[in-house]
């Protein structure tokens, strides 16, 4: 079973691509993310594609920050 299930297979891939960079760089799309750059993988994805994969790595990263990590 998938972490993401119910997702879309195309976002899964690209949350699963961003998320294979590392928490550093997964903390940094967010940030860049949240201030409307969004990496390359997500250019030509709807504002609420983009909105999705924003909060699913959101709530990926709460995992590790709960884990103190």
Partial sequence: M???DGL????QQIIDTLCNDGCK?????I???EAGNYPAQ???LSN???EIILNELKSI??????CGN
């Fill in 42 to 44: 997500m250019q030509s």
């Fill in 25 to 29: 760089a997964v903390s940094a799309y």
């Fill in 61 to 66: 990263m709460a995992v590790y920050d709960r």
């Fill in 2 to 4: 998938s972490a993401h």
């Fill in 8 to 11: 879309d297979q195309h976002l």
């Fill in 31 to 33: 940030s860049e993310m």
């Fill in 48 to 50: 609420s594609q983009k």
